[in-house]
């Protein structure tokens, strides 16, 4: 079971947010609670508010619009572009009524992308209201961990390199002309022992010794005590051939379980569903959930919300009942799992009556495009690197295959384990395998402009 509790880091952070209006950039190390932090924000603001990050499994994920649905824009490089012209009066309604935008995964934002997001909302809002049209940006994040994807097209990389520093989202115009403050969550939930802590964070920012690979090398040499601990892997081909043979290894009997669009369509997900449209699983498979606890399965104790599961738990099949009802054993808890829904949604103004000042007054609500139904499970004898993105397991065997191949693959897989004592390695970690972005070290280098401790 799952509390939902801040810590009084949290806590202060999120009151700062909801008291002040300053335009704030929350950023820490893998466990911090960063998601923990922005669920909690969306869920118990006051302000009238639009939620959105920069991919559709990212925006599905925290119950927001894409970035460029959000603000209506053209796929490519916005570069000099008057992105005014493709707002619509829904898009220009939305952005005139919100007092905050909530942007998740900024890291993989581009500048150029940021920097259009501030046109469109001054347009939208009026220049004289300031940077962003004047509205309150949230930002989450770690660019450790994550970078945004360069254009394909040479041109477009030619006229960002010499109009940027870097396509870094901190190295936007906007973020010299919004005075941003940086906030980096320190307490770390995931780890409690102090020299795995210091190793990790060293192979985040770079400064890692050999001789701390060696120390974590040697914890890690060792084989795997069962087949069903995850398996980290950096290329999907990898993934999909364990999880394969994993699955066709069952002699049980494979159950098909197909998704269905309650409205809306494939089209209205764009590019990536959030789960394959058949599920293909059998009594006995590993899988992995892949969405939190819906609201309505919640379970309550002691006054506080319990989740059954989250978006990462680790379980094992123990019975099919139906095509829509399958039940998941996690440490030793049998759960009955069925369908969860995932819903596009688009924002919309709509009029509300104030009891406090007896008037309507304008606020924005999320309205339902589409809804997409399946169960929330997919086969995790192995995942990659990128989708075990937030993750806590207990065990977990690392499998850099060749190398890490960008920046930060190396610390996302290892420091999703919570101790030394839970990781298993295929084969040694090299300092090629340590990659940290030159351009993430010039911003992040620095102490956090507003220390999280002047809170309390």
């Known amino acids: 079971m799952q509390q939902v509790e801040l810590s009084s880091e949290q806590v202060a952070l999120f009151n700062y947010i909801e008291g002040e209006h300053t335009n704030i950039f929350v950023t ?17 603001t006051k302000k009238t508010f639009a939620v959105c990050a920069p991919t559709g499994v990212a925006a599905l994920n925290v119950g927001g619009q894409t970035i460029h649905s959000l603000f209506s824009f053209p796929f490519g490089l916005l570069g000099t572009e008057d992105v005014a012209r493709h707002m619509g009066k829904r898009t220009r309604e939305v952005l005139k009524s919100i007092e905050m935008l909530v942007i998740d995964e900024i890291s993989m934002v581009s500048a150029d992308l940021l920097d259009g997001m501030n046109r469109m909302l001054i347009a939208a809002r009026g220049r004289n209201r300031g940077p962003f049209g004047g509205v309150q940006v949230v930002m989450f994040g770690d660019p450790y961990q994550l970078a945004p994807v360069p254009p394909s097209d040479p041109g477009e990389r030619a006229w960002l390199g010499e109009n940027y520093q870097s396509n870094w989202f901190f190295d ?43 120390n974590l090398n040697s914890a890690g040499n060792r084989f795997a005590p069962n087949d069903e601990i995850i398996r980290l892997c950096t290329v999907n081909a990898t993934v999909d051939g364990i999880n394969s043979t994993k699955l066709s290894k069952l002699t049980t009997t494979p159950k098909q379980f197909q998704a269905k669009f309650t409205s809306g369509d494939a089209q209205s997900f764009g590019r990536q569903l959030p789960v394959e449209m058949t599920l293909t699983l059998k009594v006995g498979a590993q899988v992995m959930f892949i969405k939190n606890d819906d609201q309505s399965n919640r379970k309550t104790k002691d006054g506080l919300t319990v989740r059954r599961w989250v978006n990462g738990t680790i379980g094992h099949i123990t019975d099919i009942i139906n095509e829509n009802h399958l039940v998941v054993e996690v440490d030793g808890e049998e759960i009955d799992v069925t369908s969860s829904t995932w819903e596009k949604v688009r924002y919309e103004v709509e009029e509300d009556f104030d009891e406090a000042t ?19 499970l997919r086969l995790a004898w192995a995942v990659t690197v990128h989708k075990s993105q937030g993750q806590t397991y207990e065990d977990v065997v690392v499998d850099m295959g060749r190398g890490a191949f960008s920046p930060g693959q190396t610390y996302v897989a290892l420091s999703r384990v919570r101790s030394l004592e839970g990781l298993y390695l295929t084969r040694a970690i090299t300092m090629k395998d340590i990659m940290v972005d030159d351009d993430v070290l010039r911003f992040m280098g620095g102490k956090a402009n507003a220390p999280i401790e002047r809170l309390f």
């Open 28 to 44: 820490g190390r893998a466990g911090t609670g960063k998601s923990t932090l922005l669920s909690y924000l969306i869920e118990n």
């Open 172 to 214: 936007a115009h906007v973020w010299r002309d919004a005075d941003l403050e940086r906030y980096e969550l320190n307490e770390i939930f995931r780890q409690h022992d102090d020299n795995f802590k210091e190793i990790l964070n060293a192979i985040r920012d770079g400064s890692c010794t050999q001789e701390m690979l060696d």
């Open 358 to 376: 007896q008037k309507f007054k304008e606020i924005v609500v999320p309205v339902t495009l589409a809804e997409y139904q399946q169960i929330p």
